[in-house]
């Protein structure tokens, strides 16, 4: 049997794959065309197409490349802007962050050069391979769950599936689509098996809107009505000791505008000092909240008198108990990998509050009034399976956040896309509260009931309704649509193993001459 030949080669179907990645970007938050993830899936499945491994892993890293150069290139705000670092050392940086992420998507998707030789094995090996990709970057280097397809079909009839298996689930049938798509366009004789695809993905869709229907946790009696506090403090002036007494009497003010509120929010390191270091103001407040009858959260560092472990927490005041340590901490903004070696080289080893420890695995919920509140601060809340094993007892969820390190750009937006999508497959309201946007209510389909526009220093009301109960993926996380792509990547190499055992029958079947 031939070996596969490389049906595209050059800096062409290079920069076809570079362009490919570029566009899928435009399928998350802000834009969420949802038609251009499935396009750009089909580019790379069809530059892909019977390419050896090689082929299949420079086609994957510069789809990667375009990718994350677009989507995830929001870090140099972070880097230049707020780490001082000069144009030249944040752009390298950048692009070497870039790179990496590339690198990591692309080596799973290398295998595909195993399984594309059959039109069958190939359209379902694609997605498996990508869900297996994005599952990967989730967890390596403390992962970076971030750019993953299924978030750009939030407001579409595959949102369905995401309180059943998850936005990987969601990716997959994109991703599926693609490659369904990019088979069509392969052969005319591939007509067949491509329409069978196409069809699949109607049923799925179909099924999707049905699951929309179900409710899959139960409300409880009675709303709870909630407040959140958008400061649009600049983060240059919020780390300046001079005006902490500013920043103090400027949460007091907007906290009297949510006045009857039962449960009031203050975000993420809403007090930049250790919670020590204020302990009189604190100690005011909960008094003043307790008189009122109000739940206060409160972003805020806090310490451990007997380690000395500095922590991101949640702290409750007035009525709530209970406080939350984050746990999964963001390399270099919340602590530095090599510190020995980083401290000290540029500003951006030694942002303020990057000294964390992680917070305990297993955490008692804050509770206020019999609400049980699960909470992710910032960052967590793009780790699927975290959030669901946090939440999957409480009533709602809870997330702070602190976007400004990334100025006016895709990165808060996706992030926020993410909260939507953690409402949603764990059927849990969730309350977000950020220093200068996005803050929201988002109900437990993932639709959003009341938002504060990025940059704008006002308050947030709205009604909450709890909900009790745990969805299908509360229970299991992201496990069935892993080892569904297990399965298809299987029955895959099963198909080419059976059609190069026909291949080898042929050629070696002996040829009957006839005079």
């Not at 451990?304 to 406080?323: C, K, M, P, Q, R």
């Not at 988002?442 to 009931?449: C, F, K, L, Q």
């Not at 892993?482 to 002996?510: C, E, Q, W, Y």
């Amino acid at each position: 049997m031939k070996p596969p030949t490389q049906n595209k080669s050059g800096l062409g179907a290079d920069l076809t794959a570079f362009a490919c990645g570029a566009v899928m970007p435009l399928t998350l938050a802000p834009l969420n065309w949802w038609l251009a993830g499935i396009l750009s899936c089909a580019g790379l499945a069809a530059l892909m197409q019977k390419m050896p491994l090689t082929g299949c892993f420079r086609r994957s890293f510069w789809y990667g490349t375009g990718m994350f150069a677009i989507g995830a290139s929001w870090v140099y705000n972070s880097i230049h802007d707020f780490g001082n670092a000069p144009v030249p050392l944040a752009a390298t940086l950048t692009a070497l962050f870039v790179l990496l992420l590339a690198l990591l998507f692309a080596l799973p998707l290398s295998l595909f050069s195993t399984l594309n030789r059959d039109a069958r094995a190939a359209v379902v090996a694609f997605p498996s391979l990508w869900i297996v990709s994005e599952w990967f970057r989730g967890w390596v280097f403390t992962g970076f769950p971030w750019l993953y397809l299924g978030y750009g079909f939030i407001d579409t009839p595959l949102a369905g599936w995401a309180p059943i298996a998850g936005v990987l689930a969601i990716s997959w049938v994109a991703a599926f689509s693609g490659a369904a798509i990019a088979l069509l366009m392969r052969s005319h004789r591939h007509r067949k098996p491509a329409a069978a695809s196409i069809f699949l993905v109607s049923l799925v869709l179909v099924a999707g809107l049905f699951f929309n229907r179900i409710e899959w946790t139960d409300p409880s009696e009675k709303t709870i009505t909630a407040g959140s506090i958008q400061p649009a403090v600049p983060l240059a002036a919020k780390w300046n000791p001079a005006n902490l007494e500013d920043i103090l009497a400027l949460y007091l003010r907007q906290t009297r505008l949510l006045e009857g509120s039962e449960l009031v929010i203050w975000p993420e390191s809403a007090i930049p000092r250790v919670a020590s270091e204020v302990q009189g103001f604190l100690q005011t407040l909960h008094q003043r909240a307790t008189r009122s009858g109000l739940s206060l959260l409160v972003g805020i560092p806090t310490i451990d008198a007997e380690t000395g472990d500095y922590y991101n927490s949640v702290i409750s005041l007035g009525v709530a108990t209970g406080s939350y340590h984050k746990q999964h901490l963001v390399p270099f903004g919340e602590y530095v990998p090599l510190e020995q070696w980083l401290r000290g080289t540029i500003d951006f080893f030694d942002l303020p509050m990057s000294s964390f420890s992680p917070g305990a695995k297993k955490q008692n919920l804050i509770e206020t009034k019999g609400v049980k509140i699960a909470t992710a601060i910032c960052y967590e809340i793009a780790f699927p399976g975290l959030v669901a094993e946090i939440a999957g007892s409480a009533n709602m969820i809870l997330t702070v956040s602190n976007d400004s390190w990334f100025g006016d750009s895709l990165g808060p937006k996706q992030h926020f896309e993410m909260a939507r999508m953690r409402a949603l497959e764990n059927s849990k309201p969730v309350l977000r509260s950020t220093n200068d946007g996005i803050s929201a209510i988002i109900d437990h389909r993932g639709n959003i009931t009341a938002v504060i526009p990025a940059f704008e220093r006002t308050v947030l009301k709205g009604a909450i309704l709890p909900r009790q109960g745990t969805t299908p993926f509360g229970r299991w996380g992201s496990g069935p649509i892993l080892v569904f792509s297990l399965l298809m990547l299987l029955t895959a190499g099963g198909i080419n193993l059976r059609g190069r055992a026909r291949a080898d029958r042929k050629v070696n079947s002996p040829q009957v001459l006839r005079p």
